[in-house]
């Protein structure tokens, strides 16, 4: 019997037909490259930051490190431009347009975003490194703004339950994070020199490196704000997509990925998504939404150890390598536990491919 799903979400009366999201970076700088996004198994999409005046990146600015990007990309074509190829896009999967308010003090980020509306935003999107200058941004725009409104945080805003919800105040309609941890570099051993080529040769890190940040931060938003929240960080693959949503996320989005791996990133995990849900049982975001979240000020136990269910145990041992007390090692090619030694940290459980550890009673 086929197990019928439903992918699809729903932001402030718009339809995402599933919750992934290409968000503002190169893989949507102008309309041939939406046009192209568009064409792969996504829900929506972000314009990379539109900015009044035309500006370009010092090359290289998007290097692949330690399985991550770095970027230090302003690339815009301008507000002129950006209008002119919103002009030609015929789109049937809902449009973000994002103004970098870092450029463009809030008042005027606003009027642009009313300009980008009419010229066919079905969302429109705010993102900048200072988080009070949305909060501000968000209150000019809702007075003439008619579609929903969205921002995006930057990493690490301390007392965000507190920004999220003058956020809320304001008017927001959804609340992203987060934009690209920085200052990262790397260096070229070769030529012994930076390899990004901007000047002070910093960037911002995304990609698979920075999940395990943003799936903090997601929770803790989603904690405390009732509207919907799109997380974006890190995200590589189809586990985790559900985990975002499981501490909270309605949508989800990606750039690093797709920009490392290539778009048919969206296709593989909105596949990925339909199998883990019939496997699950799962019909639609909504059963598993914040499933996670009442457990993160759960009771703390200390009196849990490592255990191995050998039926499952294939004996590759690295759960042994991973036990920093020594209280795993193999017998008759099964991994097993001294208790005399185990503290019940977890790694074990963590780097079991088979599950075939856990940490429990
Ligand atoms: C090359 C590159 C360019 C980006 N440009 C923008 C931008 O113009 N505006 C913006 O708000 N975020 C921008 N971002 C940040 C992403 O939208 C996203 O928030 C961040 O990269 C984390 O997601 P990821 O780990 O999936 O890349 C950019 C990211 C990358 C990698």
Redesign the pocket.
Known sequence: MTHEVDLSVKVSGVIFENPLIL????LTGDARLIERAASHKLGGI?T??IRQDAAVSANP??IAANGG?I?A?WT?IGFDAWLKELDKLHLSKPLMT?V?TNYTPPQKAAELADVLEQHGATFVSF?DYEPENLVETVRYARKNVKVPIMV?LPPFVKNIGDLCRRLEDAGVSMI?A???VGPAMDIDPETRRPVLGCNGAFG?L??AP?FPL?LAYIAEIAANVSVPVLG????SKTEDVIKMIMAGATCV?????P?LKGLEVFDKIESGLRTWMAEHNVRSFDEIRGCALPYIHGAERTDLRARVDESLCVGCGLCTKSCYCGALSMADGKAQVNYEYCSGCGVCQTVCPKRAVRVGK
Do not use: Q, R, W
């Open positions: 968000s503002e970076g190169p972000c990379k930051s600015y998007m990007l970027n990309d815009s994002n970098g993102s995006k992203a987060m934009d690209a911002y995304s990609a920075i943003t974006v960080g890190g995200v989005g990606m750039v690093g990925t920009v």
